[in-house]
């Protein structure tokens, strides 16, 4: 059974650089053909498209986050990972790393999903 | 600018009864057009997706319906452990948009 586990920092200061890792066990990244995404979800509101990257390397991103994010892949690793830098307070969300399907496809619909990590900007 | 509107805002329902909630979008989606359930503390859960086709492990009281602008998610009776939010979210344009939510809470 496919399983995904966010990780990294719960507290990050402004204008920090925000580094969450994904962890993906019960298959692998580089063998299958499906894109990886993160979400983010701000306490009390919706949901909101950060990125997705394929096992090769290729990623798209929500233009409204662009110039400040980073998601790049290990696959010795079996990890997936998101930078997102000068963040400010308005970053404070939990994170959610999942599977895009269909495979091959960059614009999927969102399964499985990690349980998520609340990261918190604040000096 | 793309956007995904959910309706109601709040639903207010009891256990047994019919939920209908409705997603509509801005311009066309085709049919790529999936529904989650998220509860308190929890990562989404995908109900329905490509408009219709119910997830794997998914009841079947669950259905999906619409095309193109206008989408339904029903649930024939609501049992306790639906009442939850529901988003909706499209893969037909870049980039990927999720309604705002609909909260189905108990009557």
């Known amino acids: 059974q496919l399983q995904l586990q966010e990780s990294g920092p719960g507290l990050v200061k402004p204008s920090e650089t925000l580094s969450l890792t994904c962890t993906v066990s019960?298959?692998?990244?580089?063998?299958?053909?499906?894109?990886w995404g993160w979400i983010r979800q701000p306490p009390g509101k919706g949901l909101e498209w950060i990125g997705s990257i394929y096992y090769t390397g290729t990623t798209y991103y929500n233009p409204s986050l662009k110039s400040r994010v980073t998601i790049s892949v290990d696959t010795s690793k079996n990890q997936f990972s998101l930078k997102l830098n000068s963040v400010t307070a308005a970053d404070t969300a939990v994170y959610y790393c999942?599977?895009?399907?269909?495979?091959?496809?960059?614009?999927?619909?969102?399964?499985?999903w990690g349980q998520g990590t609340l990261v918190t900007v604040s000096s | 600018e793309f956007v995904l509107t959910q309706s109601p805002a709040t639903l207010s329902l009891s256990p047994g009864e019919r939920a209908t909630l409705s997603c509509r979008a801005s311009?066309?989606?085709?049919?790529?057009l999936a529904w989650y359930q998220q509860k308190p503390g929890q990562a989404p859960r995908l109900l329905i997706y490509?408009?219709?086709n119910r997830a794997t492990g998914i009841p079947a009281r669950f259905s999906g319906s619409g095309s193109g602008t206008d989408f339904t998610l029903t649930i024939s009776s609501l049992e306790p452990e639906d009442f939850a939010v529901y988003y909706c979210q499209q893969r037909d344009n870049w980039p990927h948009i999720f309604g705002q939510g609909t909260k189905l809470e108990i009557k």
């Open positions: 490509d408009a219709s």
């Open positions: 019960g298959g692998s990244i580089s063998s299958s053909r499906y894109y």
């Open positions: 999942a599977r895009a399907n269909p495979p091959d496809s960059a614009s999927g619909w969102f399964d499985p």
């Open positions: 311009q066309s989606v085709s049919s790529y």
